[in-house]
């Protein structure tokens, strides 16, 4: 059988044993940490990727309507298929208020109409739009959201997004 001062002994050279590992270990995550520190960059990584990545653009990801002898990209078919049925005057002003981000009296201008016919033709076309999305929203294989999707940039001359619709 072991004396009480062994044990004691034991006991300490343990404890120092553990404190010596336990010193060691934090010396080695700083060193890790110091030798990752020299790789590391400041930079966003989703900029890096911007910078280097490339993403696969095809045709078929947006379809595009032209107002103006300019192409207005979009990219959610519902959306594309909604604003192809509209008369063209009213797709006009869409496209011209909310990708070309005209104010009313400028697309009056263009459209050679007064400031009241274009909020007239805008009004209809959001009418339009929401018929046609009630409408595909009964068949089965329509989008079921409660916003519409996406594909709409930035807000209409008036300041009324295209999600009020």
């Known amino acids: ?42 930079e966003p990584v989703d900029y890096l990727l911007e910078i280097t990545g490339n993403t696969d653009v ?33 797709r006009n002003v869409l496209l011209l208020d909310f990708w070309r981000e005209l104010r009313d009296y400028e697309i009056a201008e263009k459209m050679e109409v007064t400031v009241r016919t274009v909020y007239n033709l805008r009004q209809r076309a959001f009418r339009a739009i929401k018929d046609y999305y009630g409408k595909k929203s009964t068949d089965k294989t329509a989008y079921s959201g409660t916003d519409p999707p996406g594909g709409a940039r930035g807000s209409g001359s008036n300041g009324q997004d295209i999600a009020d619709l």
């Open 1 to 42: 059988m072991s004396s009480p001062s062994f044990k004691d002994e034991l006991i300490a050279m343990f404890d120092s044993f553990c404190k010596e590992a336990s010193r060691n270990f934090i010396k080695d995550l700083a060193r890790k940490e110091e030798r990752r520190m020299k790789h590391y960059t400041k």
């Open 58 to 90: 095809y045709p078929s990801d947006s379809f595009t309507l032209w107002v103006d002898g300019q192409p207005c990209e979009i990219e959610d078919e519902l959306l594309y298929q909604a604003l192809s049925a509209l008369k063209e005057k009213q």
